[in-house]
């Protein structure tokens, strides 16, 4: 079959998923975050976290909640890497040392997954199962619980700033959510062929006669939740382009289904949270116009294989699966930077220079397209405030989003938003790239290295979780550099989402008059769009220019 053909079939399969599963699962997320009834099981996690399911929190109070829960995460999972070697199902595996425990709890925690180490080398059984991959379904309940608020906030009228209950959020997310479409996903990856056991490395003999370490493991568990819950770390060093991980094509196109999934579909339900499905339409259409921009232009890269190795050998087949291809790996490539994922069916640093360059500015877009599990969403819907307040000051009329006037402390809430992450990435590559330690982990010099630290710096405070292979990042320095820009990525702008939330939720409605910008049409579509696309280019250019397009033009 014709390869370009090949190319435009899979992706037309993964659109016809996508629309069958985004409205079935949008409008059940909708009722599980607006639904007053509790579940046996829920009212049961309720009792064991001594919490009260039938308050209502302020938002300070559910942003508190969220960040304790999220700061016992990290010290348990932190004590977990430190302790592993005491504890069963080990692996004959050290301990993590501090600097790399660290790194690995603030990781998993952020929904980040970043892992300086190899898995299979590195850690046990007990600490895949019990430590990583709860926090695969938690950090994502996390994100969705965050974006339900937002949705409620703007929902609300006078609330005196109340949007919810942080504990009941997490606890349906979970149980009603995550842990059933995980279950599913998972036995499909088993009858694939994906592993699931508890088997200790086995040596075995090869062909020539020499032996091989094969390492088995709870690895389509861990394979489900870390692709639907935009997590991405990978129970091998290689992550999905493992057999064990993603066994053939179908499996694949499985995989890059279950990432994006649950972002558009918390969009959907985004719409039926706030009245109006036709709002959540022009957030998934926003999304989608975004994503197909990426998947072209990777796809593009990839296939034309642009540059003398890829000519000479006749294909840009350098660092991917020969049961993929290229369109299948720009495809997982364009999905896993689009979402905050970070999982990989091939390895980044060898795509060509302007698919790394695309996949780059994927992360640096702010994923949001269609963006994290809940981070996506009140990304694209920060931006739509961007867009409502621009628009209003062209016309001479106050701001207004779904009602909710936009006024200064709204936009100043918006505006440092928007800065936390661009400062980030550009503070932490200069600090990489001016450090003599942060230069050691670098495997090149000019464009390409500098676009090592670039990507990585932009992986870690976007929550993504990708990396250029040949960066060397588990080192003290790495280790710490990273962790605390997840931490902060994650976290910082998280508050002033919930901040945000909260004002949209104790404010009035103001009703639709002449001069009110329809927020659901193609015409908002097209400015939600551009307003992303400028407001990232004028950050991220600069950068982009010393790195992945000097890259391509040389």
């Known amino acids: 079959m014709n390869a370009v053909l090949a190319a ?15 409205p079935l699962l949008g409008r059940y997320l909708a009722h599980i975050y607006t639904s007053p009834q509790h579940l046996r099981a829920e009212t049961a996690a309720y009792k064991a976290l001594k919490v009260d399911a039938e308050a209502d929190q302020h938002w300070r109070s559910y942003a508190m909640s969220a960040l304790g829960f999220s ?46 180490y190899s898995g299979e080398a590195a850690t046990g059984h007990l600490i895949q199962m019990a430590g990583l991959a709860v926090q695969n379904f938690v950090s994502a309940a996390v994100g969705l619980s965050v974006a339900a608020a937002f949705a409620r906030g703007l929902a609300r009228t006078r609330s005196q700033g109340r949007i919810g209950n942080f504990w009941v959020d997490l606890v349906r997310t979970t149980l009603r959510v995550l842990l059933p479409v995980a279950f599913v996903v998972a036995i499909v990856l088993v009858a694939a062929g994906a592993v699931q056991n508890l088997h200790p490395v ?12 094969l390492t088995g493991g709870p690895v389509a568990s861990q394979e489900a939740i870390k692709e639907l819950g935009t997590n991405g770390g990978g129970f091998y060093n290689v992550n999905s382009a493992h057999p064990f991980e993603n066994p053939n094509p179908a499996t694949n196109l499985l995989e890059i289904w279950a990432i994006l999934v649950l972002p558009f579909s918390m969009a959907w339900a985004f719409g039926q949270i706030v009245g109006d499905r036709r709002q959540g339409g022009a957030v998934v259409a926003t999304m989608a116009t975004l994503l197909t921009v990426g998947i072209t232009l990777l796809t593009w890269a990839e296939m034309a294989g642009p540059g003398t190795a890829p000519q ?19 495809l997982f490539a364009a999905a896993t930077t689009g979402t905050s994922t970070g999982a990989v069916n091939g390895m980044h640093e060898s795509l060509t220079a302007p698919g790394g360059g695309v996949a780059l500015f994927g992360m640096m877009l702010g994923e949001i397209a269609p963006g994290g599990v809940g981070s996506g969403l009140y990304g694209m819907l920060m931006l739509a405030v961007v867009t409502v307040f621009l628009c209003g000051l062209m016309v001479g009329r106050t701001p207004e989003y779904l009602g909710k006037k936009v006024s200064r402390d709204e936009m100043g809430l918006v505006a440092v938003y928007i800065l936390t992450t661009p400062t980030l990435v550009l503070i932490g590559a200069a600090v990489a790239l001016t450090a003599p330690a942060g230069l050691a982990g670098l495997s090149a010099d000019g464009p390409h290295g500098l676009s090592e630290a670039l990507y990585a710096v932009t992986s870690a405070a976007n929550n993504n979780g990708s990396a250029f292979a040949g960066i060397t990042s588990g080192t003290p320095f790495w280790n710490t550099l990273l962790g605390l820009l997840m931490l902060l990525g994650r976290f910082v702008p998280m508050v002033f989402v919930l901040a945000l939330a909260g004002r949209f939720a104790a404010a009035n409605r ?27 280019g004028l950050t991220f250019v600069p950068a982009l220019m010393l790195g992945p397009i000097v890259e391509s033009l040389s």
């Open 8 to 22: 435009v079939l899979q992706i037309l399969t993964l659109v016809a998923a996508l629309a069958l599963g985004v």
């Open 71 to 116: 700061l016992a995460g990290i010290l348990f999972l932190f004590a977990f890497g430190r302790l592993q070697s005491l504890l069963p199902l080990d692996g004959g595996n050290d301990p993590l040392p501090s600097d790399g425990a660290w790194n690995t709890a603030v990781s998993f925690v952020t929904n980040t997954n970043w892992q300086w």
């Open 202 to 213: 086995h040596e075995m003999t090869t062909l020539t006669g020499g032996t091989q370490p």
């Open 312 to 330: 000479l050998a006749g294909a840009a087949m350098e660092g991917k699966e020969a049961r993929f291809g290229e369109a299948a790996t720009a």
């Open 510 to 536: 103001l009703p639709a008059g002449a001069g009110t910008l329809p927020t659901h049409r193609p015409l908002f579509v097209g400015l939600l769009t551009g307003v992303a696309l400028v407001v990232v």
